[in-house]
């Protein structure tokens, strides 16, 4: 079993920042990707950033250059820090861990609510 422990969400001001981190414990072995994907009521889940377990990431275009995705392999910990956070980045926002083995694992999600 693997568990993800989201925590950093909270309510933020437009333009405001926030960083999430996300903890991975378990029988991890093979880690291929480490990632963040959010929801907002009424839309679908969607990628926000992901990392690999040799460095590479990548980004949803709407967060390029805002958000940046890192990673403690000692850790197994993901980081995830949002700046100049806008009103439409609010979502409810997941960990995933994607293993070489196939398996897809998620966390129980963490809030972010950017409003005035």
């Known amino acids: 079993q693997v568990q993800l422990v989201e925590s950093g969400g909270g309510l933020v001001q437009p333009g405001g920042s926030l960083r999430l981190a996300c903890a991975a414990s378990?029988?991890?072995?093979?880690?291929?990707?480490l990632g963040w994907y959010r929801q907002a009521p009424g839309k679908q889940r969607e990628l926000v950033a992901f990392?690999?377990?040799?460095?590479?990431?990548n980004y949803a275009d709407s967060v390029k250059g805002r958000f940046t995705i890192s990673s403690d392999n000692a850790k197994n910990t993901v980081y995830l820090q949002m700046n100049s956070l806008k009103p439409e980045d609010t979502a409810v926002y997941y960990c995933?861990?994607?293993?070489?083995?196939?398996?897809?694992?998620w966390g129980q999600g963490t809030q972010v609510t950017v409003s005035s």
């Open positions: 990392i690999t377990k040799a460095g590479s990431t």
């Open positions: 378990g029988s991890i072995f093979s880690i291929l990707a």
């Open positions: 995933n861990l994607a293993s070489l083995t196939g398996s897809s694992y």
